[in-house]
Structure formats: structure tokens, C-alpha cells
């Protein structure tokens, strides 16, 4: 596997752990001194909160995952083009 293919393989694994917040949210009763989930919160919020600090604050939902995925989406499709 070349460069290309492991930069493509690690935004398709962080688009994974996003999409896994994103579910984690969803479910009540989260335990966020569990060891995952702290795991998890750690390493996706300093990506999601810059974006989510830019899109308006009055929408009552949090697109920020949404935008960063498709941002690594058409990243990737890029990298794909251009290599």
C-alpha cells in the first residue's frame, strides 16, 4: 500500500469515528467517563469544534460532523484525481 492509500484508509477510519460520535449522541444515558467515549470525544472535537464555532449558532442542530465529512469526502476525491 502507498502513501495515497494509507492517507485515504485513515480519512475513511476518522470518517468512521465521526459517524460513531455522531450515533453516540443519539443514545441517552451516556456514560462520558467511560474510556471510549472519552477516547472518542478527544479525538474528534478539536476538528469539529472550529467548524462548528463558524456555522451559525441558531440552527438548534450541529452540523459540524456533516460539514467535516463532507469536506474529507470531497478531500479524498481530490487526492483520487490528482494522484
Known amino acids: 500500500m ?7 484508509l485513515a480519512l475513511n477510519i476518522y470518517s468512521l469515528i465521526i459517524l460513531a460520535r455522531v450515533l453516540m449522541s443519539w443514545v441517552p444515558n451516556v456514560d462520558y467517563s467511560n474510556p471510549l467515549i472519552k477516547l472518542l470525544l478527544d479525538i474528534t472535537e478539536p476538528v469539529l469544534r472550529p467548524v462548528r464555532e463558524m456555522l451559525p449558532k441558531n440552527t438548534g442542530l ?12 470531497v478531500f479524498s476525491m481530490i487526492l483520487r484525481s490528482v494522484f
Open 2 to 8: 502507498n502513501i495515497l492509500g494509507l492517507l485515504l
Open 62 to 73: 450541529d452540523l459540524s460532523p456533516m460539514v467535516v465529512m463532507l469536506g474529507i469526502y
